[in-house]
């Protein structure tokens, strides 16, 4: 049976028992007419009285002198009486003192009729006599036998209870809790006796000369007793406010979560005395409370917790409080570790129904917390999980500045940072560093094959593939578009060659799906350069690897080059082992399915000549250019004949007369379209799979020694023309896309520092339009509730042109676009379902549109539409994605953070309501002063946003006050010395309250400095004349006049002009503003 099965059990038949027992006594009719006599009314009037009238013990509770009146009746009555007193003493304790549950107060009746019957038992047995004289031997023995057992039987029922509910010893409940009303009854014991034996002898006066002075000296100390607890509330009111003033100011200034922990977990041990603090933050994905903090440090000892399991996991799933005042083996289950302590108090993290976490507080007594420490950690969790989520917010925001968005690894920033960090903390050590540098092969050409989803795939996997290479402690960045870092602390140049070349293995035995579930592999070349002389720096180690880098890519690629130790000029191979040489050779010649005759071989590249054409028109056309018709079919032409020679003699035996002729002239086409912009990117690809197919070919047909050198050294010489070319236009190409990169980075600077919304999308909008040559750039966001877009920002519009469109949302290019996550281009104009922006389109001349969506973590956040006069090429794309993508990034940034200040502002306004409630007096104290200030602003001609400033400065000025025990801001008379300096730190309160608020910077010296004075007598800083901003000259005389004009408890209120006449004669306002107010006193007073 569970263990509160029995504790109900026994509640119940304690009840049953009691109240049976009451019944069978009250069952007998005769005695009823004892309930007419004086004595006992006298007797339940006493009875009622005094258990209405309590003393607390040390422990809780309360004891009553009823005990002795109740004792009395029975010895002078009898118990049917005594019953009947009873039972009104119950009704009335429950109506007028405890207001318990109709059960509880049954138990008590029959706990008492219990104790009261065997305590009626004893004087039968003893055969006591109400006649015979108290005092005599034979009376004493059966008193003193009657007292232990209504006192035995009493304490025993209740706390038997108690035990078996918490499953603690009997004797335990007795000691802890009952130890003061066992002494409590034992010394009412006598004065029962003593009451009986008076008026034995000196009849009702005798006894009323006992009890009088018993009961008026009862009250008075209940009376004295009413008082210091109503005191010693106040005080630990205000000294509990004062606890929570200063752990709210400590912990909300902290922004670092592993420093705001310890401050937390501190600042509870000073609240809440206890043994041990553990305090848990919840993973969300995993659902489990992650241990975060011990006090004291035996954290390898606290294991984490799981949502929902364990005292600690309900605590956290539940919303309040909860106090365990006996923790047992039973109750703790499966948490051993908590065995040694016998007292708990936990209490959830929660901000706004988000949950945190949960802190938990263990003590080695049992009842070691009370209400009061509920409350406290009540209210410093609440604190707490504010400081928590903005530590969260401030390490997510910092984790987002160092990662690399697609890859996941740290970005470029990041990894130089590490790097410097680790050159200045190897020389102190003595240990060697290693730089690995990675490259993918050949990706520009991969990405144009296989797309840039799969390019993307790519670079992802690559991430996880070198963080799932390399130790924890090692740092995996991204170097730039397809390089990878990797920073190797503590390892030499062998470790470091085995770590490239474990990298090197898992790349290349990684497959990728493409187009049509394809399987595509990638190699990549690696550069590996060590330190370990003192004197070698950061940049030279990243020259070396660079360099080892570019020897790996020039002798082959799928390969690693190291660089010499410490900085030597020389470069070291290591090449894939010989076994792997061949199974890529056998994997070559398995996809391999050439044609050995002529024909065969010129219907094969005919073939392949179609989508050759298509992609180089593509690639044209993406770059605003066209193919002439010329340059078309010299190309067709040129290239067809070189195959078709290379075909030919490639399929003729040994021996045979080769006839090569070589396909002179050739480079002129090709230097035709590199005129025209032709990156060759798709042409350089297909030409250097077949040349390479060929030499592979080449190697297994029937060729003697010379024929195959004389077809290689054609193709060699073929590639190496088309490779000069090429890297002509790969220069220009890198020249267009460092004048990009620029864009971008002053993009990022320019936004960096943006805390404005509106700020951030102008300035962005603005380098768009600049950096893509664009006719006009419109930025749209989501407009909420409205199913439509919003233009938020543009650039490119007549000057003083403020244009309000609104686009749908669900339909439409821009609704694609976001839908899509995709780049879009228009060339017809027409689809836009805004007949404005069509009509703007068409003003300005725009033949293209390009919209590129917002993303951010899979967010659309709007669109950016660039207006161009003429088609955009895919460098432009580009460029249009990486601003879309950065300002995503500033927009998400911005987002963040502004949600978090609308907390802590939200928080700030709940501190002024408290304010308003607690002082009375001040009670529309700030609305008074707003408008008396924006008169008086309006009158010195401010304009419209130093008038916002002047109004959120009035309502927000006495806010340091909520620092301040409410005793002293109601006090009716004067302050003290001590009192007045504390009063007057308040501007210095107010102004570090709302100093961390950005939009509320400007307000700041107004808090601070409305307490100055005009002839440098104020405080805190004793400024004077103009060194106090305007501003405050003009709160100081607003909340003055506001002040002098409002009835105080000491002293009644001026008339206008008599507050305005001190104020002049003070000297301690500004005479510019006291001139403007003059004329307004009708106004203000009215």
Known sequence: MKRWTIGKAYFFAVTALGLGLAAWVLSDGAQYAQLAHPMFWGFALLGVATELVGFPLPRGGRVTASFAFLFASLLMQGLFPTIVVLALIAVASNLVVQRRHWSLAAFNLAQYSLSYGAAHLALVLGGYAASRDLLSPLNFGVLFAATLAQIAVNIALVNGYIALEKQIPLWQVLWEDDRYELLASLLLGPLSITMVVLYQHMGLMGAAFLVGPLLITAVLWVLYLKVRQSRRALEVANQELAILNQIAQRISSQIDLGESLPLIANEIKRAVPHDACLIYLLDGASHRLVRQRTQPG???????????????????EGTTVVRLDALTGPLLGSEAHLTAFRSALLAPILAEDKRLGVIALFNHETRAFDERSERLLTLIASHAAIAIQNAQLYQTTQQLAITDGLTGVYNRRYFQRQLDNEFRRAPRFGYPIALILIDVDHFKQFNDTHGHLLGDQVLRSMGQILKDSVRETDVVARYGGEEFAVILPETNREQALEVAERIRKHVARHTFWGRSQTPVQVTVSIGVASRLAAETSAEAMIELADAALYEAKRTGRDRICAAGQDGEQTFHLALPRQDEQDEAKRRARGRSRLPLDPEAWRKTIAGALS?????????????????????????????????????QHVARPEGADLGLQSPLGFEAPITHLIQQGMTLTQSESLILSLCTTLDRHVQEAPFSPQARLQVLTEVERFTHALQLEASQ????????????????????????????????????????????????????????????????????????????????????????????????????????????????????????AALFPLVHHGESL?????????????????????????????????????????????????????????????????????????????????????????HQAAYLHDLGKIAFPEAILAKPGRLTPQERTLVESHPEIGARLIGSITS???????????HEHWNGTGYPDGLAGEEIPLLARILAVAEAFEGMTTPKPYRPAYGPYEALAEMRASGNFDPAVLDVLEPLLPQLTR
């Open 862 to 950: 709007g669109v950016l539409l660039c207006l161009a006069h003429a088609p955009y090429g895919l460098a432009a794309v580009r460029l249009g994605r990486g601003f879309a993508g950065r300002m995503a990034a500033a927009i998400a940034r911005i987002q963040v953070q502004d949600d978090r200040q609308d907390t802590y502002l939200q928080a700030i306004v709940d501190m002024v309501e408290a304010l308003e409630a607690k002082d009375g007096v001040t009670t529309g104290h700030s609305e008074n002063l707003v408008r008396c200030a924006t008169a008086m602003g309006e009158g010195l001609g401010l304009g419209a946003d130093d008038l916002a400033v002047l």
């Open 729 to 848: 236009v790969w220069h220009a190409y890198y020249q267009q896309t460092n004048a990009h990169l620029i864009a971008l980075q002053a993009l990022e600077e320019r936004i960096a520092d943006a805390y404005e919304l509106d700020e951030l999308l102008l300035e962005a909008v603005r380098l768009a339009h600049d950096a893509l040559g664009a006719g006009a750039v419109l930025l749209f966001m989501p407009q909420p509730g409205l199913g439509q877009l919003r233009l938020r920002a543009a650039s490119g519009l007549d000057e003083g042109e403020r244009i309000q469109w609104l686009v749908p949302s669900t339909s439409g290019p821009m609704a694609e676009a976001m839908a899509t996550q995709q780049p879009q281009l228009l060339t017809a104009l027409a689809p836009f379902d805004s007949e404005v922006l069509s009509a703007f389109c068409e003003r300005i001349g725009a033949e293209q």
């Open 611 to 647: 989508p050759l054409m298509q992609g180089l028109e593509s690639s044209l056309e993406l770059q605003g250019l066209a193919l002439s018709p010329e340059v078309h079919d010299a190309w067709r032409e040129r290239l067809v004949a070189l195959l078709d020679t290379l075909a």
């Open 298 to 316: 035996n954290a390898e000892k606290t294991p984490d917790a799981q949502l929902g399991q364990g005292i600690i996991g309900q605590a956290a």
């Open 1000 to 1010: 509320l910077k400007a307000v700041v010296p107004i808090v601070r400095h409305h």
